[in-house]
């Protein structure tokens, strides 16, 4: 058995971080463990490539949702990073550290050193923020490209739209400013490719003598004596195999994978525990509790003027935009499809942003479910409009459904099981429909396509958003940070409670669900860990 100062449970967004950050100093060894195999992959590496790796089962874990109630008893498609570089690898690429208000609610909650002020120096440590010229113009490793000029000039139309209707804008969405409608900032090098975790940080680590990568590596169980945490056991191309931590095992599986490793390794509800035949070390309800996601519903319209569809539809208009891309790395390959949105009050009531918008210049319409094997643009001009209620107060749960580790646990989402949620989803609706009706939105809509939300009462748009709803990939929580360990599995510094040697840094401590996309706050929690974990490391 290998021992290593530090052995960290996968390369996603957040387990990159640790990689990097807890080496940097030459001083200690660190082991990563991913269960997935390389990102070395075109279509991970250019941006609009999610399309092709949103059902590749070579690089994502594929999970399915058990059929939910609160929408309409439909079973949901969760695609989750199996890859280098995690999710981070895999995703749409938007950049958003969340609002303000999303970080002193954490602090507020009792979790000290994790409000707005406490944070947002942390996310300008590691971004790299790149502006219109392409010029970097932060100090972080991760680039942050503003692509404002790029996006595609159906925006106006979106923009005007809202401001007819009274929304601000705002030019920065990870700024002083944040609330209002504008273009999404994506993780985009200046060279055009994608700029995971895996490319930021971990690839600057692994030049280091003490940091080693092990890809294939499942880990099975946390290796546990006397209340702490010695190591872990795990699967390697189907050997077993097990190291050892001198200082720590740090859980950076994510919002799916950390809870069930937990579980495996004997912490977690007891029930659960004894029913799959697990020896019960800690009985903690909390592991896998608390589950949160985001869900939006996407309307879909033919356009008066060209969109995206027009250039990527036709084999030609591929293969000219293929061309353009590898020759100067511009054009819509080197973009998300997820081009404009922004995080606005539903309505005048509204004490802070409440919803979430995408305006998308693309409409993929028989690409919808999770059976096919890519996203194809449809054969006309085409748009979307989009929004997910952006705090959601319902609250599911992830548990294993057997103790074989290669069996995928239990996702129970319980969507839409408060009255608040509800609420939400009709204001949303209705805000959605003002600015379909504005002069602006009206001069670019050809025709909606059905379902149309133009006509619908409050009773008709939840029904739709119950029939129609989906995740938009962002789970959270069943890890919880909180200072009780009763209803919380770490405390403010990360650690398992009732373990040594043990933390979870990924998004599933997340108290409550940030307002918008989860990537960028997820390496947050990551970079502060490191602070927090160097710092008990140096005073041990």
């Not at 440590?125 to 790149?130: A, K």
């Not at 999770?370 to 194809?376: A, H, I, K, T, W």
């Not at 609706?429 to 149309?452: D, F, K, N, S, Y």
């Not at 918008?516 to 929690?525: E, I, K, Q, R």
Request: aromatic share 8%; charged share 25%.
């Amino acid at each position: 058995m290998e021992t290593f100062d530090f052995i960290v449970v996968g390369a996603g967004s957040a387990g990159c971080v640790l990689a990097d950050r807890l080496s940097e100093s030459g001083r200690y060894s660190v082991l990563v463990l991913e269960a997935g195999g390389h990102d070395r992959r075109f279509w991970i590496k250019t941006p609009i490539g999610y399309g092709r790796t949103f059902l590749d089962g070579r690089v994502n874990w594929k999970y399915q949702a058990e059929p939910d109630p609160g929408a309409d008893g439909r079973p949901a498609y969760w695609p989750r990073g199996r890859v280098v570089g995690g999710s981070s690898s895999i995703n749409a690429l938007v950049y958003c550290r969340g609002l303000p208000q999303d970080f002193d609610d954490w602090r507020a909650e009792g979790n000290a050193g994790w409000g707005w002020d406490d944070v947002e120096p942390v996310f300008s440590r590691f971004e790299g923020r790149i502006d219109r010229a392409g010029r970097r113009t932060g100090p972080g490793a991760l680039a942050v490209a503003d692509v404002r000029d790029e996006v595609h000039p159906l925006k106006s139309h979106f923009l005007a739209s809202a401001g007819e209707i009274g929304l601000p804008l705002t030019e920065d969405f990870n700024g002083p400013s944040p609330e209002g409608v504008g273009v999404y900032a994506i993780t985009r090098r200046p060279n055009g490719l994608r700029c995971s975790a895996a490319d930021a940080f971990l690839r600057p680590a692994l030049k280091r003598a003490k940091v080693r990568l092990e890809t294939g590596a499942l880990v099975t169980r946390i290796a546990i004596e006397q209340g702490r945490a010695r190591g872990v056991d795990y699967e390697h191309h189907g050997e077993a195999r097990s190291a050892a931590a001198r200082c720590a095992v740090i859980l950076s599986a994510g919002a799916v994978n950390s809870p069930q490793l937990l579980q495996l390794s004997g912490i977690g509800p007891g029930a659960t525990l004894r029913e799959q035949g697990i020896e019960v070390r800690l009985d903690r309800p909390a592991v896998g509790g608390n589950l949160q996601d985001h869900l939006a519903v996407t309307y879909y319209y033919k356009s008066r003027e060209p969109t995206l569809n027009d250039e990527l539809h036709p084999w030609h208009g591929k293969m000219r935009a293929g061309l353009r891309y590898v020759a100067s790395r511009r054009g819509p390959l080197s973009l998300s499809v997820n081009q404009c949105g922004g995080f606005v009050r539903s309505s005048a009531a509204s004490q802070r942003p409440d919803l979430q918008l995408y305006f998308n210049p693309l409409t993929y319409i028989e690409a919808r479910t999770s059976e096919r094997p890519s996203l194809n643009p449809d054969p006309f001009s085409g748009f979307i409009l989009s929004y997910q209620p952006a705090r959601p107060t319902s609250r599911g749960r992830i548990d294993i459904a057997s103790a074989d580790p290669r069996q995928a646990p239990r996702i129970r989402p319980n969507s839409l099981s408060t009255q608040k949620d509800l609420d939400d989803v009709v204001a949303g609706g209705r805000l959605l429909q003002a600015l379909v009706r504005t002069r602006a939105m009206q001069a670019l809509i050809a025709e909606p396509i059905a379902p149309g939300i133009e006509a619908m009462d409050d009773e008709a748009i939840l029904a739709d958003f119950r029939r129609r709803c989906g995740t938009v990939f962002h789970p959270v929580g069943t890890c919880r940070m909180g200072s009780d360990a009763g209803n919380a599995v770490v405390d403010g510094s990360l650690r398992v409670h009732g373990l040594d040697g043990l933390r979870v840094a990924d998004a599933s401590v997340f108290p409550a669900i940030t307002s918008g996309n989860t990537n960028a706050p997820t390496m947050m929690v990551a970079h502060k860990a490191a602070d927090l974990i160097l710092h008990d490391a140096g005073a041990a």
